[in-house]
């Protein structure tokens, strides 16, 4: 086994004294924590810059915007008052109920044998669900037997009416089908008469 | 001065990669002039190192065995400051001590508590210390370990010839320039060192006073075997086969034991004729041996020559660097 002399221990054991001399230390911690300080010094001073600096740039931003703001706080009553009525005027341009489609079907299959007299159509404008079209249809009709020409022609109406309207009703007003007193010739023949007026009453398309 | 360069490499062997020797005038050789001459050293060594040490040999220099109770080194060195003229018969306050309990050898019985217990004691006057760490500190040379030479050749030895050390009784006797270091060991304890101051130094003066031109003469004429030069130099070797041969008898006084060999390094260990006269003197063979014997060779081939021709000189440098890498 080799032996160990070393002169330099007292150097050595010196070093190693000064290495963990109390006051050295501490005066290197105290330097460490002055330079975190400083450090964190400056890194707050760079976040508050960066900080100030977006403020005075979002305040140029503001000096500009504030009086568009109040322009447009101002023009905002007047764009939700037109905004209003043209909301109005098109949901009354939607929902409005076009006659000439019933009209041109009711004329489509009326028969030779039946004389429309009158027509009569009311819009009931309660609210939106409740809308209801009555039509009031008076007419002659002619034929051997004249009340069922005018059934038949009711029952007729009411299927068309059904295949194109919802809720539809198509009666006749009481005491209204009678035989009339005169008689008519229709295609050479003499024929009955019998007056009727039926009310027909359904909804109209919630989309036309 | 010498510097060895060394590398760890697998299963715990070495690898010599650099080696250097610088010779120095003797008006250079002061601890005043130590870093400028490191400096130079360093250069002419090239490579990088780890770690460090320095082993220097001073006349100053204190090694000693003494016996103490067993005792924690720490408190032994002071001890041995404090109340050095009753421990080592010198004032030590202005010293650097340092010292290690010396192993038993191979097959001793281990020391009972109270026994005394032999511990080996070096040290250097505290200036001449602190001028060798500045001298380090000046060229950047991160040292951890100041050895003194004679510990540092007998760790070099420990390694280099595990098995005669650990199983043999051994001389050691190293020629320097103005000192020599006989030391005697058993079977892996340290039995005696003895300092002498005599080196080649002193040789080649004394054979330049006999008529010699200079000391490449005294070379050459010992070579040649002239009969006048080898008879002058058994005259000056004299003091140290002297010192030799009573290292060996009290070591086979004590032990009754025959030292089988000497193992020599030094300046002079590269001359055959020293060697001869030393055989014929102490009649006991003498030889050289190879520090790097248990290194591998990792140097260019072209350095190889200059390695065997200097290997006598490199011992200590090898111990320390060898201590470093193995021993701390």
Known sequence: ?208 | MKAVLLQRRNAGRLALTHFAVRELPEEENTLEKLGENLALLLHDLGGKAKAAGIALSHPDALVRIIEQNTIPPELLRDALRINGPLLLSQDCREWVIDCEAIPASAGAPAPAEGDHVRYLVGGLPRPHVQQVFQACLKNKLATNVFQLPPVALLNAFEFAQEQVFKTEAFVLVDIGHRSCTVIVGVKGELILVRSLEYGGAQFAEHLILQGAANFEEVITLLEQEEVLTVENARLSLNELVRSISSSIGFFEAQREEAIPKVFLTGGLARLPAVRNLLVEELRLPCETWDPFAECELTIPRMRVAALTAQLPLLGTAYGVAAEIIKGR
Request: charged share 25%.
């Open chain 1, 1 to 208: 086994m080799a032996l160990h002399l070393n002169l330099y221990h007292e150097i050595h054991r010196q070093a190693e004294r000064e290495r963990r001399d109390p006051v050295k230390l501490a005066g290197l911690a105290a330097l460490l924590f002055a330079m975190l300080l400083v450090f964190w010094y400056f890194y707050r001073l760079s976040v508050v810059s960066r900080v100030e600096a977006k403020r005075q740039q979002v305040r140029s931003e503001w000096s500009h915007l504030e009086p568009e703001k109040k322009a447009a706080v101002e023009n905002e009553v007047l764009l939700l008052a037109q905004q209003k009525s043209n909301q109005a005027l098109f949901e009354r341009l939607n929902e409005r109920f076009y006659w000439a489609p019933l009209l041109d079907e009711i004329a489509t299959f009326t028969p030779t044998n039946i004389q429309i007299v009158s027509f009569e159509g009311v819009l009931d404008n309660g609210k939106e669900k409740k809308k209801t079209i009555t039509v009031l249809v008076r007419g002659v009709a002619a034929g051997l037997e004249p009340r069922t020409v005018a059934e038949d022609f009711r029952r007729s109406l009411r299927d068309r009416l059904a295949a194109r309207y919802p809720d539809v009703s198509v009666q006749f007003d009481a005491n209204s089908l009678e035989d009339g007193v005169e008689s008519v010739t229709l295609d050479g023949q003499t024929l009955g008469t019998a007056t009727f007026r039926i009310r027909a009453q359904f909804k109209p398309k919630t989309a036309q």
